[in-house]
């Protein structure tokens, strides 16, 4: 398994001078170093999550969202069981997406059961993108987070700026 830490640091709990330059230039968050240890003392119970990459973690009130790739052809019914069992050990809220390079497949693995009915991107005129994630007004209060949280979810874990539209069925 892959971490945005060395497997030292994982283990050990301390972070050697490479990983607190990391830390200490904002390219790693507290919140990648606690999700590297709790993936790399699960690796030894799960040997598949070997070849799987953990690439931003983000804590949004009281849910955590971790972005990872890998483990050919990314095995949803593992990253579910393991999303479940880390939500239990640490009683909060915590989903486990897959790394893709929609926003509309990434916004739904955040915010199910409620559903995403499209995505449309808007060209600002300076060369810069914005895009509308379209949702039906009923699934507002099916969402496990407001949505200036996921947008500012979608904002940290791609760089993207998302504006969620809630529009009648």
């Known amino acids: 398994m892959k971490t945005p830490i060395c497997f030292f640091c994982a283990k050990s709990g301390v972070l050697c ?13 507290e919140a990648d170093v606690e ?3 709790w ?6 119970k799960n040997p598949q999550l070997k ?12 849910m955590m969202i971790i972005m990872v790739s890998g483990g050919g052809g990314a095995n949803r019914a593992l990253l579910m069981k393991l ?22 497949k990434l916004l739904e693995q955040i ?9 449309n991107t808007v060209w ?7 895009s509308t994630i379209r949702m039906p007004r009923s ?14 979810a979608i904002k940290i874990l791609t760089g993207e700026v998302v504006h969620i539209v809630f529009e009648p069925n």
């Open 83 to 104: 999303s479940k069992q880390l939500s239990d050990e640490q009683r909060m809220s915590i989903r486990i997406v897959e790394k893709t390079s929609s926003i509309k």
């Open 139 to 152: 699934d507002n209060r099916k969402m496990p987070l407001d949505t200036k949280a996921a947008e500012e």
């Open 35 to 37: 999700v590297s240890k």
């Open 51 to 62: 070849d799987y990459v953990i690439h931003k973690t983000v804590r949004i009130g009281k």
């Open 111 to 119: 915010v199910t059961p409620a559903r995403v009915m499209g995505a």
């Open 39 to 44: 993936f790399i003392n699960y690796e030894a």
């Open 17 to 29: 001078p490479r990983c607190q330059e990391k830390m200490d230039k904002g390219e790693i968050t």
């Open 124 to 130: 600002l005129p300076d060369g810069s993108w914005e």
